[in-house]
């Protein structure tokens, strides 16, 4: 059974920062393609950052120089560092796995960055 549980989420001011967690389970993690989205209110879920299993990373243009995706593979756990929070970030952040041409979604965690 895969899961995906995130962790991190919250209420920050902006300029603060947040490191939310994925942790994964039941999926070949090292394999694995895993990526952060966010879906604010009344808005559709869009792509924040991906990382390869070789480590290649790719982030939306709205969070390039603010935000961080990095693994543990030894952990089985994907981060995503976010500096600089602005209150447009807020949103429920999904973690994504991309496994045997699969995709698994965890529950999301909400961060809130207040003005």
């Known amino acids: 059974q895969v899961q995906l549980v995130e962790s991190g989420g919250g209420l920050v001011q902006t300029g603060g920062s947040l490191k939310l967690s994925c942790a994964a389970s039941?999926?070949?993690?090292?394999?694995?393609?895993m990526a952060w989205y966010r879906q604010a209110p009344g808005k559709q879920r869009e792509l924040v950052a991906s990382?390869?299993?070789?480590?290649?990373?790719n982030y939306a243009d709205s969070v390039k120089g603010r935000f961080t995706i990095s693994r543990d593979n030894a952990k089985n756990t994907v981060y995503l560092q976010m500096n600089s929070l602005k209150p447009e970030d807020t949103a429920v952040f999904y973690c994504?796995?991309?496994?045997?041409?699969?995709?698994?979604w965890g529950k999301g965690t909400l961060v809130t960055v207040s003005s």
């Open positions: 990382i390869t299993s070789g480590g290649s990373t």
């Open positions: 039941g999926i070949r993690f090292i394999t694995s393609t």
């Open positions: 994504k796995a991309d496994f045997v041409f699969r995709n698994y």
